[in-house]
């Protein structure tokens, strides 16, 4: 037996612990800060469970009224705290639960062992898993003590109310089993060979170090880890990482990475633990850098990235959207433009085609896309390289003359952007990679992490591969959805000169949505061809949650007042059941349309909280939240409310305003994707509304 103790707490217990009074709360953080440095002392009340069954799992008194549940291994020397509860509630939690090592798995598991319940022998259906052998029940971490409760249930309802009952580890291969995938399918996605390990019997110490253990423990040892952890019990993305995720933030790679996953799969949780994992060993004098396409996101993920990383580490990483990377490089080499965005470079492109577009007749929008799409895109920077350039993808078939028009427009534009002194920031990054390469600069960073890489354009990542210099091991480490685009940029990583061929990764388990809304947002992008960033395609194939709630809601109304009541009425319903408001949001297509929402719930007596471009959700203050579809990415609550789905605000846009039927669909591809990704940000509940007719996209 090891002289010193192990003490460990489970994800479980922290939800228990978050459920607390607060008062309640410091009293636990108190006593288990007693606990974690001698769980032997005389003044810890070890009681055993009436009528329980694992003889190791006993309580401990907290105060008068409340108890904690721990599992006491004194063979290995090792102490784990479950649950904490009232008394009473306590006590009946633990009465049933055993505590073991899966002898395939290695790992630690807390399960019930259950007679097979009644009102599953009372269905007149098959045993959902017939066909599934008991190899395959072991091979998925099925305790043997369960196989009969498992056996006897008939439907995917009767296997989601045992969800509390198994291991997780378990319940995530029957889920996948249940819901018709082959074990083939399931055992080589979440439970490839290479994770089984050797553990000896009742070696608890050592099983809390594997991986799978991981996913649901997490061994404390100091006073201010202990902290940091009580703190927010609820943001579990922090110490607990699925074996999956696990692996790819580990993982050495020769050079570029991609990770590709559905809303909600952990792809921005995987980057930064990748950040920190690189930030703890990098060499002296080098650094990180972690960025993303807009600022918000940026600083989203910098105030996440301060609850895993120590100091030290923070200095290590650099984190910042793209653009004001650039702009701040630029800046400093004594570069005399401005970077300017939308409304001006629009005014450019307007000015450009009233001195030199007469002869033409595309509609306005198409020139900016010709610009960004083929000549920004491929880098032909001169009239005879623009006329010589492929422009596949693209709607409308040119002829020389026509492109010798074209370029025309173009070069005025350049012109009018050089005279104001502005870039548009695509231009901008092309510059910047120009001046890195000509002074020698490149190689800036050790690492270059990127997060929601769908948004990025070829320009980005040549510029980021220039950043990161040579290819070298764990230079570029990409996350990203093409199903989340909900910018018109796109890029192809093997044409911007990252190779991701045989580095690539794909996360499938959603830990946010309920299946329910799932499914019902994925069915939004039914019909559409995804690229995988680079030159093949992404179905989402193989994505599933584990929780499950009601379907979202559709409803419609006949005028903005009747849909504003209804929305009144259900956030006061969650209100009554115990739900924060800042746990709610309501998500419209644009900044226009949330003033009326404002308006209406100050009325109401609500209190609301704008999350706007430039500043981040600030959690200490009260109030639903309000956002466009476009801000919320990155972000989730509990119940989001997307309104105003009305057929002539979504899609944003009318046929007229596009030159080809490709252009308008890739315009309402992008617009199903904005709804997709609002959808999404819901853990729990989620509602459709509109007024005056549902937008056809939800149709």
């Given at each position: 037996?090891?002289?010193?103790?192990?003490?460990?707490?489970?994800?479980?217990?922290?939800?228990?612990?978050?459920?607390?009074?607060?008062?309640?709360?410091?009293?636990?953080?108190?006593?288990?800060?007693?606990?974690?440095?001698?769980?032997?002392?005389?003044?810890?009340?070890?009681?055993?469970?009436?009528?329980?069954?694992?003889?190791?799992?006993?309580s401990?008194?907290?105060?008068?009224?409340?108890?904690?549940?721990?599992?006491?291994?004194?063979?290995s020397?090792?102490?784990?705290l479950?649950?904490?509860?009232?008394?009473?509630?306590?006590?009946?939690w633990?009465?049933?639960?055993?505590?073991?090592?899966?002898?395939?798995?290695?790992?630690?598991?807390?399960?019930?062992?259950?007679?097979?319940?009644?009102?599953?022998?009372?269905?007149?259906?098959?045993?959902?898993?017939?066909?599934?052998?008991?190899?395959?029940f072991?091979?998925?971490?099925?305790?043997?003590?369960?196989?009969?409760?498992?056996?006897?249930?008939?439907?995917?309802?009767?296997?989601?109310?045992?969800?509390?009952?198994?291991?997780?580890?378990?319940?995530?291969?029957?889920?996948w089993?249940?819901?018709?995938?082959?074990?083939?399918?399931?055992?080589s996605?979440?439970?490839?060979?290479?994770?089984?390990?050797?553990?000896?019997?009742?070696?608890?110490?050592?099983?809390?170090?594997?991986?799978?253990?991981?996913?649901?423990?997490?061994?404390?040892?100091?006073?201010?880890?202990?902290?940091?952890?009580?703190?927010?019990?609820l943001?579990?993305?922090?110490?607990?990482?699925?074996?999956?995720?696990?692996?790819?933030?580990?993982?050495?790679?020769?050079?570029?990475?991609?990770?590709?996953?559905?809303?909600?799969?952990?792809?921005?949780?995987?980057?930064?633990?990748r950040?920190?994992?690189?930030?703890?060993t990098?060499?002296?004098?080098?650094?990180?850098?972690?960025?993303?396409?807009?600022?918000n996101?940026?600083e989203?993920?910098?105030?996440?990235?301060?609850?895993?990383?120590?100091?030290?580490?923070?200095?290590?990483?650099?984190?910042?959207?793209?653009?004001a990377?650039?702009s701040?490089?630029?800046?400093?080499?004594?570069?005399?433009?401005?970077?300017?965005?939308?409304?001006?470079?629009?005014?450019?492109?307007?000015?450009?085609?009233?001195?030199?577009?007469?002869?033409?007749?595309?509609?306005?929008?198409?020139?900016?896309?010709?610009?960004?799409?083929?000549?920004?895109?491929?880098?032909?920077?001169?009239?005879?390289?623009?006329?010589?350039?492929?422009?596949?993808?693209?709607?409308?078939?040119?002829?020389?003359?026509?492109?010798?028009?074209?370029?025309?427009?173009?070069?005025?534009?350049?012109?009018?952007?050089?005279?104001?002194?502005?870039?548009?920031?695509?231009?901008?990054?092309?510059?910047?990679?120009?001046?890195?390469?000509?002074?020698?600069?490149?190689?800036?960073?050790?690492?270059?992490?990127?997060?929601?890489?769908?948004?990025?354009?070829?320009?980005?990542?040549?510029?980021?591969?220039?950043l990161?210099?040579?290819?070298?091991?764990?230079?570029?480490?990409?996350?990203?959805?093409?199903?989340?685009?909900i910018?018109?940029n796109?890029?192809?990583?093997?044409?911007?000169?990252?190779?991701?061929r045989?580095?690539?990764?794909?996360l499938?388990?959603?830990?946010?949505?309920?299946?329910?809304?799932?499914?019902?947002?994925?069915?939004?992008?039914?019909?559409?061809?995804?690229?995988?960033?680079?030159?093949?395609?992404d179905?989402?194939?193989?994505?599933?949650?584990?929780?499950?709630?009601?379907?979202?809601?559709?409803?419609?109304?006949?005028?903005?007042?009747?849909?504003?009541?209804?929305?009144?009425?259900?956030?006061?319903?969650?209100?009554?059941?115990?739900?924060?408001?800042?746990?709610?949001?309501?998500?419209?297509?644009?900044?226009?349309?949330?003033?009326?929402?404002?308006?209406?719930?100050?009325?109401?007596?609500?209190?609301?909280?704008?999350?706007?471009a430039?500043?981040?959700?600030?959690?200490?203050?009260?109030?639903?939240?309000?956002?466009?579809?476009?801000?919320?990415?990155?972000?989730?609550?509990?119940?989001?409310?997307?309104?105003?789905?009305?057929?002539?605000?979504?899609?944003?846009?009318?046929?007229?305003?596009?030159?080809?039927?490709?252009?308008?669909?890739?315009?309402?591809?992008?617009?199903?994707?904005?709804?997709?990704?609002?959808?999404?940000?819901?853990?729990?509940?989620?509602?459709?509304?509109c007024?005056?007719?549902?937008?056809e996209?939800?149709?």
């Amino acid at each position: 037996m090891s002289d010193k103790a192990t003490v460990a707490i489970s994800a479980d217990f922290l939800t228990a612990y978050a459920a607390l009074p607060r008062q309640k709360q410091g009293k636990v953080t108190e006593f288990f800060n007693k606990f974690r440095n001698d769980p032997t002392h005389p003044g810890i009340n070890f009681e055993k469970i009436n009528e329980g069954i694992d003889k190791n799992i006993c309580s401990v008194r907290i105060d008068d009224t409340y108890r904690g549940i721990v599992v006491r291994e004194p063979e290995s020397n090792v102490y784990i705290l479950l649950w904490v509860d009232h008394h009473d509630e306590a006590y009946d939690w633990a009465k049933r639960k055993k505590c073991s090592i899966n002898k395939l798995t290695g790992s630690v598991q807390i399960f019930d062992v259950k007679e097979v319940i009644e009102e599953q022998k009372a269905i007149d259906e098959p045993a959902l898993f017939r066909d599934i052998s008991d190899d395959v029940f072991a091979r998925i971490g099925l305790p043997e003590e369960q196989l009969p409760m498992v056996k006897a249930i008939k439907t995917l309802e009767g296997l989601h109310s045992m969800k509390g009952a198994i291991p997780e580890e378990a319940f995530e291969g029957l889920e996948w089993l249940g819901n018709g995938f082959t074990v083939e399918e399931v055992l080589s996605t979440l439970y490839p060979e290479t994770d089984h390990v050797d553990v000896k019997e009742n070696d608890f110490a050592a099983a809390l170090q594997t991986d799978a253990s991981k996913k649901s423990f997490v061994i404390v040892d100091g006073e201010e880890e202990l902290q940091a952890i009580m703190q927010e019990p609820l943001e579990k993305w922090r110490i607990f990482l699925h074996p999956t995720q696990r692996k790819v933030v580990g993982k050495k790679f020769s050079g570029p990475a991609r990770v590709l996953g559905g809303a909600g799969t952990g792809k921005t949780v995987v980057a930064m633990h990748r950040a920190k994992m690189l930030a703890e060993t990098l060499e002296p004098g080098k650094k990180i850098l972690f960025t993303t396409y807009t600022k918000n996101l940026a600083e989203d993920i910098k105030d996440n990235l301060r609850k895993i990383c120590i100091a030290d580490e923070m200095k290590r990483i650099d984190i910042i959207n793209l653009d004001a990377w650039v702009s701040n490089f630029l800046r400093r080499q004594g570069y005399e433009y401005q970077i300017v965005y939308d409304d001006e470079v629009d005014k450019a492109w307007k000015d450009a085609l009233a001195i030199t577009g007469g002869e033409l007749s595309f509609v306005d929008g198409f020139y900016k896309d010709e610009w960004v799409k083929v000549v920004q895109a491929q880098e032909v920077y001169d009239k005879v390289s623009y006329c010589k350039a492929p422009r596949l993808g693209r709607g409308v078939r040119l002829d020389r003359k026509v492109r010798m028009q074209l370029w025309d427009v173009f070069d005025e534009y350049q012109n009018i952007m050089n005279e104001r002194q502005q870039r548009d920031v695509e231009t901008a990054m092309y510059e910047c990679r120009k001046i890195l390469e000509s002074k020698n600069m490149t190689g800036q960073y050790d690492s270059v992490i990127v997060d929601e890489g769908q948004d990025l354009s070829p320009s980005a990542y040549r510029l980021l591969r220039a950043l990161a210099g040579d290819e070298h091991e764990n230079d570029i480490f990409i996350v990203g959805d093409s199903h989340q685009r909900i910018y018109r940029n796109k890029a192809v990583l093997s044409k911007c000169g990252i190779n991701v061929r045989g580095r690539s990764s794909y996360l499938r388990i959603n830990y946010r949505t309920t299946e329910e809304i799932r499914k019902f947002a994925f069915a939004l992008l039914n019909g559409v061809s995804f690229d995988d960033l680079d030159e093949a395609y992404d179905n989402d194939k193989g994505c599933q949650s584990l929780t499950h709630g009601d379907k979202p809601e559709i409803s419609e109304f006949a005028t903005p007042e009747e849909e504003l009541d209804f929305i009144v009425k259900k956030i006061k319903e969650l209100e009554a059941n115990g739900v924060e408001q800042k746990n709610i949001c309501i998500v419209a297509r644009t900044h226009r349309l949330l003033d009326n929402y404002v308006a209406g719930l100050q009325r109401a007596g609500i209190k609301s909280f704008e999350i706007k471009a430039n500043k981040t959700d600030d959690r200490s203050f009260e109030g639903v939240r309000i956002a466009t579809m476009h801000r919320v990415k990155g972000l989730e609550f509990d119940h989001v409310f997307a309104v105003a789905v009305n057929k002539k605000v979504l899609p944003f846009g009318t046929k007229a305003d596009f030159e080809d039927d490709i252009s308008l669909e890739e315009f309402r591809t992008g617009e199903k994707c904005l709804l997709y990704v609002a959808l999404t940000r819901a853990r729990k509940s989620a509602y459709v509304t509109c007024y005056g007719g549902l937008s056809e996209l939800v149709k």
